[in-house]
């Protein structure tokens, strides 16, 4: 009795097989009658169908297939090798074309399983005697071996070293090392967890200190260990990050010196860890998620190949249909990632190529670095429109790539494109509610105007200088949103239709009181960024200066502020409008808003020189 996808309330006699499923395999029984697979699926067939006579299928019953007998259950055993080297035959006769690359990752793995399966064995035996001892001539898969094979009375255990001084004085003594001791630390004292840390320090030493077929094999049987490792069908989701994060903490712990085919092989989608119990799309989420940790590790590649099979296929993951409707900060949680480790990713090429003798590698690292991140630009304005803080600030992370660049490769190798932030980007950040973002995007404009524009990148100087103009007019002349008419000119009240600019002059929030105007809406002391911080700088200003008689009731502008100055029945700060705003300019620089300062003070003539 069977149901279907279509009606599961109804119930089928549908047979799970064909009368000439049974015929086809007794046919080639009869033709290979000590082929366990096939006495295997006989068997089957009655267990499924136990009334089913075989007589009917046979010309004789000269095996007596309704009473076949017991099994050998090794045919049941994963890997079955004789069956694979089958297998392999039948591709030999059909002329499949195997690449020596193929030949070689076929036999290491078939070594590494056949590793698997003899240790399998020795380890059963020694159950069985009750012998603890290794037994001769068993190759063990988790053991790389450095010295040369004697069981020398001087060898020693990595486990019994605990300092840098052992480490170095019995070097040449340690023979071996358990490859899962690299990813599994016994954090059981002090003790054991200086070893694990040893353990990770001796063999990237030791890679090098050997000649480099050893160090290849070494690697190998590493990259196949993790690979196979990530490819376990048991693994859930909790199971996999913890590995990841194991496998990760290895790579940070090397420096850069190990590479293994694998990362590249596992960030360009090549293959995926099962994760047991989940449906499509937490598949692809959960090992995008994990891909992302392996990312700063990646050498640099090929701009075609780093984009089409990295880049573009993590924004695949991140901007599926069937992903909507999906938790949004989820998503964002991993568009923080990736771009952390991008940013990651890029700080390390360019510490490692920046004074590298290779100009090939440096020039490949650039190409790499103007190809994606206006990619990455264009997909958050396009996929989130409502960033949020974590986004504003996870932008910061690549301006401050940017900014530690030196002047000469800034404006050798880094393209307009990248420099100069998109229109719908660029505005989010001034509009922010938060002071660190809104300082840190003005020092970034600052930084940039070291930049030197080519003479075809013309439109992105005009539009930088867009962005310089429309922030100080915004944030220090009382000039929100101004336009100037003059076609030279780089006033374009932040690129908003003229149309709705008339619209917005006319809100009663505007006209209510004299208090706050369009025109102030973006100062240091109306701006909700700054507000509540300038207001309690000139608290202060206030307690610190005895002879006041009054404090400043409401928001400050250039009226209300004039009209305390001159008051003759009160005593105020004897500070003009303009002497208050550098003020709290110099205070706000002084809290760390340096940002704010970079490019205030190097921007406005009426500030040169007057920075603390």
């Known amino acids: 009795m069977f149901k279907t996808y279509f009606m599961p309330n109804t119930s089928h006699n549908i047979a799970p097989f064909k009368p000439w499923h049974v015929q086809r395999v007794v046919d080639l029984f009869y033709k290979f009658p000590l082929d366990e697979y096939l006495k295997s699926l006989l068997i089957l067939f009655k267990s499924l169908q136990p009334s089913i006579d075989f007589k009917k299928f046979a010309e004789n019953d000269s095996y007596h297939l309704n009473n076949l007998g017991t099994l050998n259950p090794k045919i049941f055993v994963y890997p079955n090798f004789n069956y694979l080297d089958k297998l392999k035959d039948i591709q030999e006769i059909n002329g499949g074309l195997v690449t020596e690359e193929q030949i070689s990752q076929e036999q290491t793995i078939n070594d590494n399983l056949r590793y698997y399966d003899n240790f399998n064995s020795s380890v059963k035996k020694r159950k069985k005697n009750g012998n603890s001892e290794k037994l001769p001539d068993v190759p063990d898969l988790d053991v790389i071996e450095f010295g040369n094979g004697s069981r020398r009375s001087n060898n020693v255990s990595i486990n019994d070293i605990h300092s840098l001084e052992s480490l170095v004085g019995n070097f040449e003594n340690i023979r071996s090392i358990n490859i899962s001791a690299l990813f599994n630390p016994q954090k059981f004292g002090n003790i054991r967890y200086s070893s694990d840390k040893f353990k990770k320090l001796y063999f990237i030493l030791h890679g090098l200190s050997i000649d480099n077929e050893k160090w290849e094999k070494s690697i190998r049987k590493l990259d196949y260990y993790i690979r196979l490792s990530i490819l376990d069908n048991n693994l859930t989701i909790r199971d996999l990050d913890i590995l990841c994060d194991k496998i990760a903490d290895f790579f940070s712990f090397t420096l850069g010196l190990l590479f293994l085919p694998l990362i590249k092989d596992y960030l360009c989608f090549k293959f995926d860890s099962p994760i047991s119990g989940d449906n499509e799309y937490i598949h692809k989420f959960e090992n995008l998620a994990q891909r992302l940790k392996f990312l700063k590790y990646l050498p640099v590649l090929e701009f075609e190949d780093f984009n089409e099979n990295i880049i573009q296929n993590i924004l695949a993951v991140l901007d599926e249909e069937s992903h909507i409707n999906a938790k949004k900060s989820r998503r964002e949680q991993v568009l923080v990632a990736f771009v952390n480790e991008l940013a990651s990713l890029f700080s390390t090429w360019y510490s490692i190529y920046a004074h ?257």
């Open 356 to 612: 590298n003798s290779d100009p090939e590698l440096k020039v490949a690292a650039f190409k790499n670095i103007n190809g994606s991140l206006p990619i990455i630009y264009k997909f958050i304005v396009q996929n989130f429109t409502e960033s949020s803080i974590v986004l504003q600030i996870l932008l910061l992370r690549i301006f401050k790539f940017i900014q530690s660049l030196d002047s000469q490769d800034l404006n050798d190798h880094i393209n307009a494109l990248t420099l100069v932030l998109p229109q719908n980007l660029f505005y989010q950040l001034i509009f922010s509610n938060n002071p660190l973002v809104m300082s840190e995007i003005c020092g970034y404009m600052a930084f940039c105007k070291s930049f030197k524009f080519k003479e075809s990148d013309i439109a992105y100087k005009n539009l930088q200088n867009s962005y310089i103009m429309d922030t100080l007019n915004f944030i220090w002349r009382d000039k929100s949103f101004y336009y100037d008419d003059n076609s030279t000119a780089f006033s374009r009240a932040m690129f908003l239709d003229p149309e709705f600019l008339k619209h917005l002059r006319k809100l009663n929030i505007f006209n209510f009181s004299g208090l706050l105007s369009l025109h102030t809406v973006g100062n240091l002391f109306h701006n909700p960024c700054w507000s509540f911080i300038t207001t309690q700088l000139i608290r202060e200003l206030e307690d610190k200066t005895e002879r006041i008689t009054i404090r400043h009731a409401g928001p400050i502008t250039e009226e209300s502020v004039s009209k305390l100055i001159h008051a003759s029945d009160v005593e105020w700060l004897s500070l003009s409008y303009d002497e208050l705003k550098l003020q709290v300019l110099r205070s706000l620089d002084d809290l760390g808003y340096t940002g704010l300062g970079d490019l205030l003070f190097s921007s406005l003539k009426t500030l040169m020189n007057k920075r603390n």
